[in-house]
């Protein structure tokens, strides 16, 4: 199961048509299409080293993605799907303490950026923090039945390893039984 959700990770990123929906209808200048397609391929390829990245070395990538989500907001407001990403793998990466302190960052971040860049969207904070905090709870919930996963396919081992040596120990009782009967007669 694990293996097919590494395959299929692209699929996710169709929650990017959120950030690349203004470039259909926003007149952007030439040289903010390529800064915010330039955003856009740094982000993903974010997003696919996460997904090569076991837990306890995803700090760097997230703090990356969280970077350029900030950076391209005052261009962009579409961004908010980007800092949607970085709540996820916060909420899958740490435990609920740190995913609680993460949420907060990026709220905190989030009002620091409408404080200072947002103009015209006057829903950008509020969306924004719904979203992190939404997307983020689904993070959480995802390394908890990844979690549930493993301990499964473990107990199953463990299981089939038990059978096995019952299995052993049934075979040799038998020949062990055989053996005396062979010797007797």
């Known amino acids: 199961m694990l293996e097919l959700e ?19 209808y926003i007149d952007y200048s030439p040289i903010d299409y390529l800064w915010m397609m330039l955003a856009l391929v740094a982000f993903v390829g974010c997003y696919y080293w996460i997904g090569r990245t076991d837990t306890t070395h995803m700090l760097l990538p997230i703090l990356l993605m969280a970077l ?14 980007m800092f ?14 740190q995913f609680l302190a993460g949420v907060v960052a990026l709220v905190a971040l989030l009002v620091l950026l409408n404080h200072f860049f947002i103009k015209g969207a006057p829903y950008f904070l509020l969306y924004g923090s719904a ?11 995802d390394r908890v039945r990844r979690l549930t996963m493993l ?8 299981i089939k390893q038990l059978a096995t040596m019952v299995e052993r120990e049934r075979i040799a009782r038998d020949l062990h039984d055989i053996m005396g009967i062979v010797y007797r007669v």
């Open 6 to 24: 590494k395959r299929l990770s692209w699929v996710y990123l169709v929650n990017l048509v959120f950030y690349i929906a203004p470039f259909f």
């Open 68 to 81: 350029i989500a900030s950076c391209i907001t005052p261009l962009n407001y579409g961004s908010i799907s």
């Open 84 to 97: 949607a990403y970085v709540s996820f793998f916060i909420g899958f990466s740490y435990n609920f303490r």
């Open 131 to 141: 979203l992190v905090l939404a997307i983020g709870v689904l993070g959480v919930l």
């Open 151 to 158: 301990k499964e396919q473990r107990s199953a081992e463990e």
